[in-house]
């Protein structure tokens, strides 16, 4: 049996790696009563962003005095666990995804230090000093307690907004209740009650992963409203301006000049490089919306939801908030994609090259001809510029399909190279 090649450099190094330390799993450490604070920013370089995410997490948890041995650190994820001298233990978890990064901050109070509330977490010396990279996508304060949902009055005093919401999730124990409005420090509360017995500790990771999925994807589609409702007006004027300038060259072009052809072609051209550019930066913001939409119904699936009397079911907030949002934007990039494309400016400035290119061609040829007329050598200048004219056009459909080939074809030559350039996320 070949034996494997450990003679490369790196190669012992990388075996030491991978056998190291075994990934540790958090669920272990966890249990009820628990304080979780959840810190969500999107990325506006992820590439650059998500490498110096993991650098601020290491300084938290140098800041914080967690040792190595309590520490797991990869290139998207890790956590580090501190245990206080009154038996309070905070864990510590960072994860890099692809638009953004988050914190979860577990402090699990010991039994002789009662339940926690909501508000800063109170283990001992603690504090959140880096200031965070990117745009807050959503914060949240979350309890995990025994026993029963306190009662509806006394949640209606822990939570701002007008309205509950509440529900029995993933089995008949576990109920969560939420008002979806943010605090006085800018975060969503969540009281979620595990039952009389939390059984399974790994299940309170899960139960918190699925709430802080819910609310990340559901504020990421969110957050592109605004572009989306300026795009949305953008595009309609772009639509009414070109169909306007359509029907002004149908009508005229039968008999306009060489400068009316050129300001035509300018402004269209103008006009293409504009809705290509808005195409660029909606692609770039919107595209994610449909995957995002099915993580938050996924989600809320896995829930198992079922009613909680006198609450409004959580999934109808959510539900009602998201809605029709993921289509309305895939809705405005087919748009400007017709817009771009062809349809309705792409197929009007190449006809109208060709239009100009030929008119060109066959003004210059017209001087030729008069004065090969003039030197003898051709009899009638006028019948060989009619003659051209054809010829004039066929030239220029030429010239423009073979520019449009080539520039497709230097575009194409520069993507791979820049996709090989872009570092790893």
């Known amino acids: 049996m070949n034996q494997?090649?450990?003679?490369?450099?790196?190669?012992?190094?990388?075996?030491r790696k991978l056998h190291e330390r075994p990934h540790q799993p958090i669920g272990r450490w966890l249990r009820a009563p628990a304080h979780v604070h959840y810190k969500a920013f999107r990325m506006s370089d992820p590439p650059t962003q998500r490498p110096a995410s993991r650098v601020e997490f290491q300084s938290l948890l140098g800041h914080l005095k967690i040792s190595a041995e309590a520490t797991y650190v990869r290139e998207?994820?890790?956590?580090?666990?501190k245990e206080a001298g009154n038996g309070d233990r905070l864990i510590l978890i960072w994860q890099a995804h692809t638009e953004y990064y988050n914190y979860q901050l577990w402090h699990l109070p010991s039994q002789a230090n009662g339940a926690p509330t909501f508000g800063p977490l109170t283990f001992p010396e603690y504090?959140?000093?880096?200031?965070?990279?990117?745009?807050?996508?959503?914060?949240?304060?979350?309890?995990?307690?025994?026993?029963?949902?306190?009662?509806?009055?006394?949640?209606?005093?822990?939570?701002?907004?007008?309205?509950?919401?509440?529900?029995?999730?993933?089995?008949e124990q576990t109920c969560v209740a939420t008002s979806f409005t943010p605090d006085d420090q800018e975060r969503e509360r969540y009281w979620v009650s595990v039952g009389p017995s939390q059984g399974d500790p790994s299940r309170l990771k899960d139960i918190v992963d699925a709430i802080v999925r819910i609310e990340t994807y559901y504020h990421l589609l969110l957050m592109q409203k605004p572009l989306f409702s300026a795009a949305i007006d953008q595009v309609y004027k772009f639509e009414q301006v070109h169909l306007k300038q359509r029907e002004i060259i149908t009508n005229h072009i039968g008999h306009a000049d060489s400068q009316a052809l050129q300001r035509w072609l300018n402004t269209l051209t103008q006009d293409l490089l504009k809705t290509n550019r808005m195409a660029g930066t909606l692609h770039f913001e919107l595209s994610a919306s449909l995957p995002y939409?099915?993580?938050?119904?996924?989600?809320?699936?896995?829930?198992?939801?079922?009613?909680?009397?006198?609450?409004?079911?959580t999934?109808?907030?959510?539900?009602s908030g998201i809605t029709g949002v993921a289509e309305g934007y895939q809705q405005l990039l087919k748009r400007i994609d017709t817009l771009r494309g062809g349809v309705l400016l792409q197929h009007t400035v190449e006809g109208l090259s060709v239009i100009v290119i030929a008119y060109y061609l066959a003004g210059l040829s017209g001087y030729v001809f008069k004065g090969l007329q003039e030197m003898g050598w051709l009899k009638n200048a006028n019948i060989a510029s009619a003659i051209f004219v054809p010829i004039a056009i066929g030239l220029a459909f030429g010239i423009t399909t073979f520019s449009k080939k080539y520039l497709h074809k230097k575009l194409e030559g520069k993507q791979p190279m820049a996709k090989a350039d872009k570092p790893e996320p």
């Open 127 to 171: 504090t959140f000093p880096v200031e965070p990279l990117g745009t807050v996508v959503c914060r949240l304060d979350i309890l995990l307690t025994t026993g029963m949902l306190p009662p509806r009055h006394e949640l209606r005093v822990l939570m701002p907004g007008p309205v509950l919401y509440g529900s029995r999730i993933f089995n």
């Open 76 to 81: 998207n994820f890790g956590y580090g666990v």
């Open 315 to 319: 999934s109808d907030y959510v539900l």
């Open 293 to 313: 939409d099915r993580i938050v119904h996924s989600t809320l699936a896995s829930l198992a939801e079922k009613p909680l009397e006198s609450y409004r079911p």
């Open 4 to 15: 494997p090649d450990t003679s490369r450099p790196g190669a012992e190094a990388l075996l």
